[in-house]
């Protein structure tokens, strides 16, 4: 049977992004595949978190996660962290990663020029650790929204380039994993971009009505189109963007004809979209509250998560300490 594993970095609560770019598919696969999910606690330590505040975020995304419907009884739910695996494979595929093909990745080039104090080598190798992630489970599919393409992308080239070193056909080259045809960016209200914790601009699945309508309301619009079926500017896509994800076909076309009639308000369609996100977000919200008040059962979730996570990774371990000629 095939292996999907996803992740998520525990710096914030999940948004709208998180959920259509990566979890709905995860949520769809658990039922047919082999499947692992966890938290990428390493990885959020390039922003040098407290520990208070890794703690309290790991509990919260691993909330929300199982409030979206991941099943622990399906689905492999662990910390990063618990599966001590996954740093030493990271150690051998850093002897692998080369300086320049690190520095040119866009998100480290973005990070260079946003956070010049801190450009630490956890950010530099923040690709070798996702490969590591990934390959640990020899997963095959990764749901992940377009972001992650250029670190999937690495991820295939380091599990390439430790089987062409060895000479073996030992790691599978995962690949990115989307419902649709292609990966998806959900856009944010800001006008431009994606929807990101960083980007200030996100609506999470925790936001009540009243914090889902005041996001929405203001959202960045126009004087509305002149012409009849005039091509949406970057803003006004972005919302019809959202309409598509989150209200129903009927919803979109109302809205589509109007703008295409010159007679949309945006007024109308920003109401509709509150409602309709929030219509989605509501069951969830209350999930959520509810497994967030039962720390033994997420505890024990993890610590289930954990042990299957760590004989899966301890079995690559063992396989791949002796390819590279260590005692095994
Ligand atoms: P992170 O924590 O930024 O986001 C988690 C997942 O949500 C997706 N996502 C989006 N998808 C569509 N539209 C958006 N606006 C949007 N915002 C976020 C991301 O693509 C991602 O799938 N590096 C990863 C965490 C990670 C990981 C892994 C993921 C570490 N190791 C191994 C998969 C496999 C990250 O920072 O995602």
Redesign the pocket.
Known sequence: METV???????GN??????????QAFVKLQHAYNCFF?I?DW?SLTTHPKPDNIRNSVKIILAEYLACGIDPEKATIYV?SDVREVAELYLYLNMNAYLGELERVT?FKDKVRSQPDNINAGLLT?PS???A??IIHK?HK???????EQ??EM?RRFARRFNMIYGVEYFTE?QSFHLTDK??????LDGSG????S?GN?IYLIDDEKTIKKKVMKAVTDSGPTEPNSEKPEAIANLFTLLEIVSSKDTYDYFNEKYNQCEIRYGDLKKQLAEDINAFCSPIRKRIIEIASDEDYMKKVAGLGAAKARESAAKTLREVREIIGFRS
């Open positions: 594993l996803s992740g998520i970095r525990p710096t999940l948004h709208l992004g998180n959920y259509f770019g990566a979890v966890f990428a990885h990063q998100s923040y650790l996702m490969a992630d990934i997963a990764v749901p992940v929204g377009k972001d992650q670190n999937m991820a995962p990966a998806m960016k959900v856009p944010g994606k929807m990101g914790k980007e996100a």
